[in-house]
């Protein structure tokens, strides 16, 4: 039965003929985190993965990316002796773009689904001619800065009927349980994370970063910052929406105030004016 094991240690240290397996942007940038570990240490294979996002380079293009796999072969100039079969690269295309423009997590989650089923098809092509594959490692995919919670992509690579080797650092890994506690090996703490995602602060393999904190006091602070804004937001609402009525009241005032007096000053014009009718018709002719 496929399953996904879990473990820390040395994620490119992964025996010869092995499938990498991250997730990556469809703009061709393999700039911080993972990515930029992968570029330093493929940097052949980084040409391949921006070739295909720029062939054509086109907005629709980069787009139509988003959900398939790229399958990278050992490069030559990427190995480090000539005795070296070197790792297969699978480029899972879980956002358009990066940074704040990051996919939305649903999209993202989506996206990992369809990359993995495209990435088994490409396996058995190259199945088909002949090629062996090892293992297949992979990194805690989109927990880095994509910024989704671990656990949520793990569900989705558990249902893809693979078997996967997930590798993380073991300084990397910290407080899962938001416990302040490190993990460490030989513990059953990353087994917890699928089914605690929003109480782990969550790290990416090779990202060199914390990317989500959602302890639950953070998550707490979070919700009181919200409901103080919001409350602000009504009361403000309330005392604009009130000096409104204020005014309309006081303009009605004057308008009723400005009519009387245009009534008053319009009756002593009438009564003037037949007091001298009046004065005029009793003069003898």
């Known amino acids: ?90 480029c899972l295309f879980t956002s358009v773009d990066y940074g704040k423009k990051v996919s939305s997590e649903l999209v993202i989650l989506e996206s990992t689904k369809k990359a993995m089923a495209d990435l088994q098809k490409k396996m ?39 078997d996967i080797k997930v590798v993380a650092p073991a300084s990397k890994v910290i407080d899962v349980m938001g416990e302040g506690k490190q993990a460490s090996k030989g513990t059953s703490d990353t087994d917890k994370i699928a089914d605690a995602p929003e109480q782990a602060t969550l790290l990416d393999s090779a990202n060199g970063g914390p990317v989500m904190e959602r302890t639950s006091r ?29 005014d309309r009241v006081k303009s009605s005032k004057r308008r009723k105030e400005k009519k009387h007096d245009s009534s008053k000053d319009e009756s002593r014009l009438r009564k003037k004016a037949k007091g001298k009718t009046l004065e005029s018709s009793s003069e003898p002719i």
Not at 235 to 242: F, T, V
Request: aromatic fraction near 10%.
């Open 1 to 90: 039965m496929p399953r996904i094991t879990e473990s820390t240690g040395d994620f490119f240290a992964a025996p010869q003929n092995s499938v990498l397996i991250h997730a990556c942007n469809c703009r061709g940038v393999w700039g911080s985190g993972v990515a930029l570990e992968f570029k330093k240490r493929y940097r052949q294979a980084f040409e391949v993965y921006h070739e295909e996002c720029h062939t054509p380079s086109s907005e629709f293009h980069q787009k139509s990316l988003l959900g398939t796999a790229l399958l990278i072969p050992p490069q030559d100039e990427d190995l480090t002796t000539t005795a070296d079969e070197g790792h297969w690269i699978a």
């Open 124 to 162: 058995k092509f190259w199945k088909a001619k002949g090629q062996e594959f090892g293992d297949l490692w992979a990194v805690r995919i989109n927990s880095g800065k994509f910024g989704v919670p671990w656990g949520r992509t793990k569900r989705i690579l558990e249902q893809c009927g693979m």
């Open 218 to 246: 953070d998550t707490n602070n979070i919700s009181k910052k919200r409901k103080e804004r919001k409350e602000a937001s009504t009361l403000h609402e309330s005392q604009a929406s009130d000096k409104v009525s204020e």
